[in-house]
């Protein structure tokens, strides 16, 4: 079973399946291990109960999205070939590299600007901000 972990071993619709169904539980609980660290660090506080709540509506989505694909040959088979697709993946790359290389860039600034002015603080909530443009860049650029 545990071959259905990698993407390179889905030839059918049925590996497909699998692939989703074996990578289900764990997102479940990687997602439970994140609150079991933040209820360490934070407790009952409203940090706690923002990442509960914003984490939970995603999985959620993700979970009857999972639902539909399932229960549909049609959408099922769509979801293999985009996945399997070796012209996708090359436009994945290239998205991923251009992801890094901003990373890269922001980091350096980053190093650089404690080199001139000493200890900085930062705020999370910019890196966010960064986080989500580059999802958003990612579904933009892979969306067909």
């Not at 290389?101 to 000493?118: I, P, R």
């Amino acid at each position: 079973m545990l071959k259905y972990l990698l993407k390179k071993t889905i030839k059918t619709d049925e590996g497909y399946k699998r692939y989703q169904l074996l990578w289900l539980p764990l997102r479940i609980l990687l997602i439970l291990i994140m609150y079991v660290v933040i209820y360490q660090q934070f407790g009952m506080s409203s940090t706690f109960y923002g990442v509960v709540v914003g984490s939970s509506m995603p999985l959620a989505i993700y979970f009857i999205w999972l639902v539909r694909l399932l229960r549909d040959p049609k959408r099922l088979k769509a979801a293999r070939l985009r996945l399997t697709d070796e012209r996708r993946k090359i436009v994945e790359q290239e998205v991923w590299a251009h992801i890094g290389w901003v990373m890269m860039l922001l980091t350096t600034c980053l190093m650089v600007s404690v080199l001139f002015l000493g200890t900085i603080q930062l705020n999370v909530y910019p890196f966010i901000g960064i986080v989500y443009a580059m999802l958003i860049y990612r579904w933009v650029k892979l969306r067909k």
